[in-house]
């Protein structure tokens, strides 16, 4: 059977053991109830010293032919090349570096980088039994990811879609004008409302505030248009729903709002569905795409 290491680079430092595709052993840096620390502020040496230390000690329970890690932002041919959420990883050469700490530790397996919406879709396909299916995901967090699945070489920086041509959208962590993460992203949202919390924004919709019903009508028209425009460039499918914010989408509103923004008939019938646990799922997809690259 297939075993092989995935690492995922979000809140936290996760490794795991993948055997085909189902996860054992993991580790987490910082480890749950531990004092928090943030990833934006650690060091890239300090970065790459935990993975190589997590991936040595789950090593050590069994020989592993690959190491895949996911990690936010562009990342193509084992560089990352932009990562606005985790920009000290900018430049980066991931794949090659980790590979040689490894290998000069005595582990000598290939190593992938790939971005960490598009491991999550592979973790998806993986274990829904869907390899042989187009899925693409949307990672609703600090800021938005997409994901693809199968990979395809290219940006597919969708998240930073351009979804409003009103000038006074500029809340994307990128700094680009009327794009999706703008309205829709954690800190964009915290940009806006000053005053609330995400959470609390969306609470004040249910209970009819004016302002908050607008945002949240706006906030899933942004996420409708941009699955739209996806829809118009690669054809219709299965869209999945994860990360931290999944919970505040309404799927009937989304699907509505998508009717009304694709028309042609060879365009019809996307689905959209919300996915748990997407940590485990990116991890599993990290690994899973390390042995078919
Ligand atoms: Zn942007």
């Not at 582990?107 to 999550?120: I, K, R, S, T």
């Not at 041509?165 to 809340?171: K, M, N, S, T």
């Not at 703008?182 to 919709?205: H, S, T, Y």
């Amino acid at each position: 059977m297939p075993r092989s290491i995935g690492v995922v680079a979000s809140r936290y430092l996760w490794s795991g053991v993948v055997d085909d595709a189902t996860m054992s052993s993991v580790r987490i840096y910082p480890e749950p109830g531990s004092s928090s620390i943030d990833l934006k502020s650690l060091p890239v040496d300090e970065i790459l010293d935990i993975l190589q230390a997590q991936i040595l000690e789950l090593a050590k329970e069994g020989p592993i032919q690959s190491v895949g890690a996911g990690l936010p932002g562009i990342v193509r041919c084992g560089i990352v090349e932009e990562s606005p959420n985790l920009g000290q990883l900018k430049g980066v050469h991931v794949a090659d570096d980790l590979q040689a700490r490894l290998k000069a530790a005595g582990l000598d397996v290939p190593v992938v980088a790939l971005n960490d919406a598009d491991a999550l879709a592979a973790g998806i396909a993986g274990t829904r039994d869907t390899l042989d299916r187009t899925i693409r995901v949307w990672y609703l967090g600090d800021g938005i990811g997409f994901g693809r699945y199968p990979h395809t070489d290219g940006i597919w920086e969708a998240g930073h879609t351009v979804v409003t041509l009103d000038p006074r959208e500029r809340y994307c962590g990128c700094g680009g004008i009327g794009h999706l993460e703008g309205i829709m992203g954690q800190r964009a949202m915290r940009l806006r409302f000053l005053d609330m919390e995400p959470e609390e924004v969306f609470a004040a919709a249910r209970h009819g505030d004016p302002r908050a019903r607008e945002f949240t009508w706006l906030w899933h028209r942004a996420l409708a248009a941009a699955t739209a425009t996806s829809v118009h460039l690669d054809g219709p499918g299965r869209f999945y729903i994860a990360g931290p914010n999944a919970d505040f989408v309404d799927l009937n509103v989304l699907g509505d709002l998508m009717q009304e923004m694709v028309k042609m008939t060879p365009l019809q019938g996307s689905y959209f569905e919300i996915v748990q646990t997407s940590h485990d799922l990116a991890l599993i997809g990290a690994a899973v795409a390390s042995r078919r690259r």
